[in-house]
Nanobody, 114 residues
Framework: QVQVVESGGGSVQAGGSLRLSCTASADISSINIMSWYRQAPGKQRELVARLWNSGAIDLQDSVKGRFMISRDNAKKMFYLQMNNLNTEDTAVYYC????????WGRGTQVTVSS
């Protein structure tokens, strides 16, 4: 059974940076979609960034110019580089992979303080 595990969350001050990593237990070279979602307290889970196997990238408007998604097939990992963080980025971040089935990680907490 394929699994994905997030790492790299933590606490940072506004304006700081974090890089989240997602490690897959299966090959990602042929994965259909890799994504990062987040869920803030009292809010619905929302898409932050999506990387298609074609290389196309979708970013939520609020993170454009600050966040970027990337991948390393050899390491079976994908990443979310987050720069210029603000308090509204505080949430649990989840990685998501779509092979022949969807796989979710358990999440990693990101807390941004002012």
């Amino acid at each position: 059974q394929v699994q994905v595990v997030e790492s790299g969350g933590g606490s940072v001050q506004a304006g700081g940076s974090l890089r989240l990593s997602c490690t897959a237990s299966a090959d990602i070279s042929s994965i259909n979609i890799m994504s990062w979602y987040r869920q803030a307290p009292g809010k619905q889970r929302e898409l932050v960034a999506r990387l298609w196997n074609s290389g196309a990238i979708d970013l939520q408007d609020s993170v454009k110019g600050r966040f970027m998604i990337s991948r390393d097939n050899a390491k079976k990992m994908f990443y979310l580089q987050m720069n210029n963080l603000n308090t509204e980025d505080t949430a649990v971040y989840y990685c998501y992979g779509l092979w022949d089935r969807a796989v979710w990680g358990r999440g990693t907490q990101v807390t941004v303080s002012s």
